[in-house]
């Protein structure tokens, strides 16, 4: 199991349920949260006061069996750095780079680089890369994956995801397609 943390789109995601807005505020609050679910994934009891969260003798059980805890992968927009240090500090991230920016390895590199440079151990690290493949085992899909891998990409997400097939708003998912190309797996490099 891995769990993937981030702090959210904001606009539109969180501020029309009554949740916090604010990024910067996110961020200390998933900061705060972290510690406190790694601290519970101990089993012993935790007392917690923060300026987010209070816990008061609160246990989890059963441990988690993954040692030294279970990976946790940050995502985060870069060029923002804030999320990039928050991911350093953790076992892999998820970089969103900015629409323009998707295919261009020079960005993914920097992201790759600045959060090396943060990290303090030499624990393994994972990056983990959202794109969309051809859907079959093409050179084409092959070449695609080897690039990302030699930036330093460790694993591939694959999109599988219904506007995959741009279907309008409107229109039903293509599930047959979904399933198809869920399937075929993922194209070897």
């Known amino acids: ?111 790759i680089d600045y959060i090396r440079q943060h990290r303090t151990g030499d624990d393994p690290f994972d990056v983990v890369y959202p794109g969309s493949t051809p859907g079959d085992q093409t050179d084409e899909a092959a070449a695609q994956v080897a690039a990302y891998r030699d930036v330093g990409v460790t694993w591939w997400l694959e999109a599988i995801a219904p506007y995959r097939f741009d279907p309008g708003i409107d229109e039903p998912w293509d599930f047959e397609r979904l399933r198809e190309r869920v399937l075929q797996g993922p194209p070897t490099a």
């Open 1 to 111: 199991m891995v769990l993937g943390v981030g702090t959210g789109e904001g606009a539109g995601e969180y501020d029309q349920l009554g949740e916090e807005p604010d990024h910067v505020t996110r961020g200390d609050m998933l900061d705060e949260a972290l510690d406190i679910i790694t601290q519970l994934w101990l089993g012993a009891d935790v007392e917690h006061a923060g300026p987010h969260y209070r816990i008061e003798g609160a246990r989890f059980l059963p441990t988690p069996v993954q040692e030294p805890r279970i990976p946790i992968w940050v995502g985060g927009v870069w060029p923002n750095r804030r999320p990039m240090r928050r991911a350093a500090r953790w076992d892999g991230v998820i970089p969103l780079l900015p629409k323009w920016q998707e295919e261009d390895f020079d960005c993914l590199t920097r992201c």
